[in-house]
């Protein structure tokens, strides 16, 4: 199997599939992350913060051992303001390229705006017809960005449950990483409540911890 994530933000694919994918690894599954966006000094961000940025993907591709790693370079928090065939031919030269299987996105429900445009230009990469190694869309729950939309409609509704309970420890570790995005709970980005929120998805598929999923499409 070939899985892939979609990180609109380094991070993101801690919070959302970080057990998943350190279990997809020890299965045998090549593995990828795809990084959206990116911090520069003209966005207002200091030549220190961007090393520290680029010293975390290095150690988080490390951890995870990642067989791939593809980074956009899109500016965070704008992606509004960016073109979306721009976006769409962008993530469709990574799907052309790495032939993923399985595909964990952000949710299109989620609070932070680049995690909704993240999801629209993905989901033009998903066709079978032009993408037709894509067999499974997974969307995946950020701590504080999916449990504080607002949309009743929309919301996440989990449907599928990965067993993680067996590396849990490590998905805290590679949080750790990510220090500066981490706070003292209740802060939903903290150790408690990633903790929380693996025990809650457990009690709800029958595992001491688990990663929750909203499966979009399967073709078996």
Request: with cysteine; proline share 5%.
């Amino acid at each position: 199997m070939k899985s892939i994530v979609i990180a609109p933000h380094p991070d993101d694919e801690v919070f959302g599939a970080g057990g998943t994918l350190l279990r997809r690894k020890a299965e045998g599954s090549v593995v990828a992350w795809l990084i959206v966006t990116t911090i520069t000094t003209a966005a207002g961000f200091s030549e220190e913060k961007i090393k520290q940025r680029a010293d975390e993907i290095n150690r988080i591709t490390a951890l995870f051992g990642f067989d791939a790693v593809f980074q956009l370079n899109f500016p965070t928090t704008q992606l509004d303001q960016i073109p979306m065939s721009d976006l769409v031919t962008a993530i469709s030269g990574v799907f052309k390229s790495f032939e993923p299987d399985e595909v964990f996105v952000p949710h299109p429900a989620d609070v932070h705006t680049d995690h909704g445009v993240v999801f629209n230009a993905l989901a033009a990469c998903t066709k079978w017809f032009r993408y037709p190694s894509v067999k499974r869309v997974l969307a995946y729950e950020t701590l504080s960005e999916t449990d504080f939309g607002l949309g009743t409609e929309q919301g996440f509704r989990p449907n599928s449950f990965v067993n993680i309970e067996a590396y849990l420890e490590e998905k805290l570790r590679a949080m750790d990483i990510y220090a500066s995005e981490l706070g003292d709970f209740p802060f939903p980005r903290s150790h408690e409540a990633i903790r929380a929120l693996a025990t809650l998805r457990g009690a709800a598929s029958g595992f001491k911890a688990a990663e929750a999923f909203e499966l979009l499409r399967e073709r078996l």
